[in-house]
């Protein structure tokens, strides 16, 4: 695994990896006594279900006598635990063994004099090297080692947060005097490579106003990895919740275990259309760490998620509120409001009902002045307003091609959606046809009708 540059040299770099020890696992072939003696069908019979106990019981005893020194039952299952493995040893690491991104990197470097004469002032040095950066993890150039004796060495632990992918190097350098007063430089290089623990799949969904954000987390190591938390960082101007079912279990199997995590994600605050202006669609990003079996950390984190671009309007009209009870030939007022979604002021606006014809039949209108019209509405800010409508249809109609222009800039904007609204009568307007009987009285100078 290391490299040295040709030469003598008096001192030599040994490099042994910390880590967690593994559980001692024996693989046993182990039978339970039952399966000596009887076959499945003997519980069938209730005799001998009672009586079949007692007598392995004590067979088992005799079997496990200390003085038995043949470990004759060293294949029984006495215990159903015993099926694992688990000898209640722990073994420690035989190999470098595998590095995954986000872990930590230990590793305990002895130096070593292996000549027979002492050597001084001992300048260590020891980095990692990859493909973008070398970070310097010790350097003794400040306060050197005073001497190595013949024999002897020099130990010290060093640590690095995996950051990268790839190929990586441990360099460690010593520049010394040896027993001949010669100054001598020795380097050594430990290579590894870094793999990746996870692989992160993510797929985004708009539904209206709100975003969801599934990421499937798949572990590519050979051991389970627990997860202490995965969480969504979002981006400015976004809020985030996890749908979760609360009986899950944080973890992934190792080998290919996948686990799906869900996200809800709005827009925190008004002021969050300028993610749009500005032609932005960054969601944000997750956050994972999680642990290994003996407790061993790692951490993660994605790069910026990207959703789907919304757009959003600069100058948005929206009802909030409609007569539930709208009579034909009735005015009525419907409750609207209008906001700015850009970062300077704009306006004055005029509202109006605009028609995709010169043909085309209204049977809601405005009742009064055709067109409606506004103040200028300040940055991010918004303005309610009413506007006065008539029916002259029963039935279902519908309110249509309600349109804001600003009259300052000669712009108009998208129309309001369609909204189908009932008209009902006011009332009933009963005519009475009826005949009168006409009967002349003459009872004085003057004349009557009788009817």
């Known amino acids: 695994m290391s490299t040295t540059q040709q030469g003598t040299h008096s001192l030599a770099f040994r490099v042994m990896r910390l880590c967690k020890p593994s559980f001692h696992v024996e693989p046993p072939f182990r039978i339970d006594p039952t399966d000596l003696f009887v076959g499945e069908d003997i519980f069938d019979d209730p005799l001998a279900a009672s009586n079949l106990p007692p007598l392995l019981s004590s067979h088992v005893s005799k079997s496990t006598d200390s003085s038995d020194l043949t470990y004759g039952d060293r294949f029984l299952l006495h215990h159903p635990s015993d099926a694992m493995g688990f000898s209640g040893l722990l073994v420690l690491p035989q190999s470098f063994g595998a590095i995954y991104l986000g872990e930590t990197f230990c590793s305990y470097i002895s130096i070593n004099n292996s000549s027979n004469f002492e050597v001084r002032d001992v300048i260590i040095k020891a980095e990692i090297q990859t493909e973008r950066q070398r970070i310097l993890l010790l350097d003794t150039s400040k306060s050197p080692v005073e001497s190595i004796r013949a024999g002897g060495r020099y130990d010290f632990i060093v640590e ?16 010394y005097y040896d027993g001949d007063g010669d100054r001598k430089y020795l380097p050594q290089f430990f290579k590894f490579v ?15 106003e709100t975003t969801y954000l599934e990421a499937c987390i798949e572990n590519h190591t050979k051991s389970n990895l627990y997860m202490d938390q995965v969480e969504f960082d979002p981006a400015p101007h976004w809020s985030a919740i996890v749908l979760k079912v609360d009986s899950a279990d944080d973890s992934t199997g190792s080998g290919g275990g996948i686990y799906n995590y869900l996200y809800q994600l709005k827009f925190s605050s008004p002021g969050s259309a300028q993610v749009k202006v500005e032609g932005t669609n960054i969601l944000g990003k997750l956050q994972i760490t999680w642990r290994t079996n003996l407790g061993e950390p790692g951490r993660l984190q994605t790069q910026q998620i990207l959703g789907t671009p919304i757009t959003r309007k600069e100058i948005e009209l929206q009802i909030l509120e409609i007569p539930s009870r709208i009579n034909l030939d009735r005015p009525f007022l419907v409750h609207l409001n209008l906001t700015n979604h850009t970062d300077r002021k704009l306006g004055p606006f005029e509202v109006c009902l605009s028609q995709n014809s010169a043909h085309e039949e209204k049977t809601v209108m405005i009742n009064g002045l055709q067109t409606m019209a506004l103040s200028q509405v300040e940055a991010f800010g918004s303005t309610d307003f009413h506007l006065n409508l008539i029916a002259t249809k029963l039935g279902v ?8 222009s600003d009259k300052r800039e000669k712009k108009s904007y998208d129309p309001l959606p369609d909204v189908e609204v009932g008209i009902i009568f006011a009332g009933f307007n009963i005519q009475y046809m009826f005949s009168c009987h006409l009967k002349l009285v003459n009872i004085s100078s003057h004349m009557y009708i009788n009817g």
Request: a positive charge; charged letters at 25%; glycine letters at 2%.
């Open 160 to 175: 690095h947060d995996v950051k990268e992918l790839g190929a990586h190097t441990l360099v460690c350098t010593a520049l």
């Open 194 to 208: 870094v793999a990746n623990p996870l692989s992160v799949r993510t797929k985004v969904r708009t539904v209206k």
């Open 397 to 404: 109609q519908r309110i249509s091609r309600i349109t804001v």
